[in-house]
């Protein structure tokens, strides 16, 4: 079983940087991969990044490549997802997921565990 809690949205700029940050419960953190999805408003919930096991690979959706970054610490069980140049369009509220089973990592059915989410609001 785990746990996650978003932090670290907000009101930015574009053009500005955001850094969320994911905490999560449980001892196995370092056994699942880890994903950040975001949802727009009248939109699907899509896929971002993620970083899976055992290798922390890490993948990126097409439309934020070079701009993001995620990473994990497993000592810590946190995962963050480094924003920079912001766009308009990446305004979403952003979802840190697990999932104990390897593939299907762009899915959100490859996740069995959801944050509540946090909103980043990025303004033209």
């Known amino acids: 079983q785990v746990q996650l809690v978003e932090s670290g949205g907000g009101l930015v700029q574009a053009g500005g940087s955001l850094r969320l940050s994911c905490a999560a419960s449980?001892?196995?953190?370092?056994?699942?991969?880890m994903g950040w999805f975001r949802q727009a408003p009248g939109k699907e919930r899509e896929f971002v990044a993620a970083?899976?096991?055992?290798?922390?690979?890490?993948y990126y959706a097409d439309s934020v490549k070079d701009r993001f970054a995620i990473s994990r610490d497993n000592a810590k069980n946190t995962l963050s997802l480094q924003m920079n140049s912001l766009k308009p369009e990446d305004t979403a509220v952003y979802y840190c997921?697990?999932?104990?089973?390897?593939?299907?990592?762009?899915?959100?059915?490859?996740?069995?565990?959801w944050g509540q989410g946090t909103q980043v609001t990025v303004s033209s």
């Open positions: 449980g001892r196995t953190f370092s056994m699942y991969k």
């Open positions: 997921a697990a999932g104990r089973y390897s593939g299907s990592y762009t899915y959100t059915y490859g996740y069995g565990y």
């Open positions: 970083v899976t096991r055992p290798n922390d690979n890490t």
